[in-house]
Each structure stands twice: as C-alpha cells, then as structure tokens.
C-alpha cells in the first residue's frame, strides 16, 4: 500500500539538510517542510529564504507529527540525537539520515533502540559542496548525483522503496550496498583524498615560502586547496567514525608513496614509468565506470590495470 508523506521534519538545516528540504518544497513533493537545527539562527535564516514551511519550535512535538524525519547532523552528533528523538517517533514514522559514514550509525541506532528500528532507512547522497549552512542550500544540488542507501536484512522494504522514490524525485539515482562496504568503499574514493588536500595545503602553508606556493598556484594545487576547504567539523566526524577503513587506505597510500620515493631516488625510470602508466590506464578505465551507473571499483586484479611488464610490483 502506498504512503504520502505530508510532513517531512529536517533535523540539521544545513547545506544537506537545507538542500533536501529545498529540493522538496521546490518540486511541491510534500505538504509541509519543518526545519530544526541546534541554532535557531540556521532555520529563521532557512525561513527567510523559502528553505522550509516552518520552523520547529519544540523537537519532540515537531518529530511526532511528521511522517519522515530526515537526520542531516553531523555523524558524531546522531547518536546524541536519536536518544532524544526515540521517544516521539510514531511506529510508523519513517526515519533516514544523510550521514556521510554508515556503520557508525546504525550501531548508534542499536545501542538507542536495541534493535535497529524496521523503518530506519540509512543513506548518503554523494552529492556536496566546501560550503555548509543553510544559506549554500541548493535545491538541485542532488540531481543527477547518486544516493547509497544501506538498509539492513529487517528495514522494511515498504520504507526502502518510499524513501527511494523520494531521493528518485529529487532527480537522484539510488543504489543499496552493504553498510560496511559503503564506509570501505567511501574511504577511498571520498575520505582518503580529502585528508591528503588537508594534509597537503596544512604541510606547504607552514613553508616558509608558502605566499610564493599560494601566489603561483596552478591548476592541481588551487583544486586540493578548494578540496581542503571543506567543513572542519564534518572531516573530524568522518575521520573518527570511519577510523578502521580509513587507517587502511592510508597505510595503503603510504606504501605506495614510499615506492614512488625510492623509485625518484634511485632513479628507477622503469617503475616510475610503471606507475604513471598504470594510474593514466586506471583514469580511462574508470571513466567507463564512470559514464555508466555501476558504482564499483575496479578489481586491482583486472587486466586493464595489471602492472606493466617488466616492473616490480610489491604490491601484489
Ligand atoms: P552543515 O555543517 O552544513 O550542517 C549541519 C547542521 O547540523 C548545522 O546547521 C548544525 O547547526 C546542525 N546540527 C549539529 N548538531 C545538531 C543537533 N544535535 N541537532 C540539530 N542540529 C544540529 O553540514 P552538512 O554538510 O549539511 O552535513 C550534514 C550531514 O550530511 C553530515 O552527516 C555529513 O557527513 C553529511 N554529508 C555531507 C556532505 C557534504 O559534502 N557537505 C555530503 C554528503 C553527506
């Protein structure tokens, strides 16, 4: 049987959570958008703007009306958040979030719950910007952007499809991965190259030349200063949330760094070669990937990416 959702209620109206409550009122997908966030100042302001229909004045009250409740906080916060929400929610009350890491939350959710609520639909729309608060809205921030979703063996598949639709009518495209393999996976696509922009421009802007660095910035440097311009509190979550696969993909990267150093002083042209060859090769293949709607990586095993011959490869 299909539902309406009238009341839609955004817990933390920032730049995801004001993007999504813009999105819906702007396609008219809902009767009512209620905003709440920690700072009253970021819903009048969501107000002002047309983000939302109403700000919430008391949470509890706001979470029991609504019939979705959308969690945009910052994914340390959501624990905190879902102790002081359990009471309100309807059994009906459909609940997702937009958390950028997806382990860490729905163990969150077991501890407040004990069991992860049927209607809890966890998802990450891979869509953003370095900017955050309410003002950096945008109502088609999501179009054309994928969502992950990472529904668990009990959510009901009544609250995964309505919770796909709504993302489908926000012009997204909607895929399911496994919990875990969602943070692997984000750690290294998303996570990994955010803490070497963070690390990069930290490193060079204590260069005693560093206004020469930042003045004669060119094309790859000005995009990881843009990259490191992301919001502070949003990395320090996502660094202590998705700890374990993070670790990984740095220690992984730190070898292969190594590798590329020994390789510049030794002067070992053919591994140097080896590896610029393998990463161009890997950018082709992976715009394949990327021009279709798969969202895999590809197998370091697959042919396309094998190293080249002759070349040592301590990789593998
Ligand atoms: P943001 O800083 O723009 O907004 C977060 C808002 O949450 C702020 O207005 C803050 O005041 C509010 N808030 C914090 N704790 C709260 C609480 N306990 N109760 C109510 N409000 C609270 O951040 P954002 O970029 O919109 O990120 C929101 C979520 O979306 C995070 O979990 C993040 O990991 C995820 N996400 C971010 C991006 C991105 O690129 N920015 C992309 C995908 C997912």
């Not at 700072?39 to 019939?67: M, N, R």
């Not at 950028?100 to 992860?116: D, G, L, P």
């Not at 715009?287 to 709607?293: I, R, Y």
């Amino acid at each position: 049987m299909k539902r309406t959702l009238n009341k839609v209620l955004v817990i933390g109206l920032g730049l995801i959570g004001g993007s999504f409550a813009k999105a819906l009122k702007a396609r008219h997908l809902v009767d009512e958008v209620i905003g709440y966030d920690l700072h009253p100042a970021e819903c009048e302001l969501g107000l002002q703007l047309g983000v939302i229909d109403k700000q919430a004045t008391s949470l509890l009250d706001a979470v029991a009306e609504a019939d979705l409740v959308m969690l945009a906080v910052p994914v340390k916060a959501m624990e905190s958040l879902l102790e002081t929400i359990a009471p309100a929610l309807r059994s009906d009350t459909l609940l997702t979030d937009a958390g950028s890491t997806k382990m860490n939350i729905i163990e969150a959710a077991q501890r407040v719950f004990s069991v992860v609520p049927g209607n809890f639909v966890p998802g990450h729309p891979i869509a953003g910007a370095e900017k955050s608060g309410v003002s950096a809205a945008n109502a088609d921030l999501f179009e054309r952007h994928k969502v992950i979703l990472t529904p668990l063996p009990d959510t009901s598949s009544l609250a995964v499809t309505l919770i796909s639709e709504l993302w489908q009518s926000l012009g997204a495209e909607v895929l399911q991965m496994e919990p875990q393999r969602h943070d692997e996976v984000l750690a290294a696509t998303s996570h990994l190259p955010h803490l070497l922009a963070f690390s990069l421009v930290d490193t060079l802007a204590h260069e005693e030349e560093n206004k020469d660095i930042f003045r004669y910035a060119a094309g790859g440097f000005r995009d990881f200063t843009r990259i490191a311009a992301s919001d502070p509190v949003m990395w320090h979550d996502i660094c202590q949330a998705n700890r374990d696969a993070l670790l990984d993909q740095i220690d992984q990267f730190t070898t292969g760094l190594s590798r590329l150093r020994q390789a510049i002083d030794t002067e070992d042209g053919q591994t140097l070669l080896g590896i610029f060859t393998r990463a161009r090769i890997a950018r082709e293949y992976f715009s394949t990937l990327l021009t279709g709607t798969a969202y895999e990586l590809p197998s370091p095993n697959s042919p396309s990416i094998a190293p080249v011959k002759g070349e040592d490869n301590p990789g593998e």
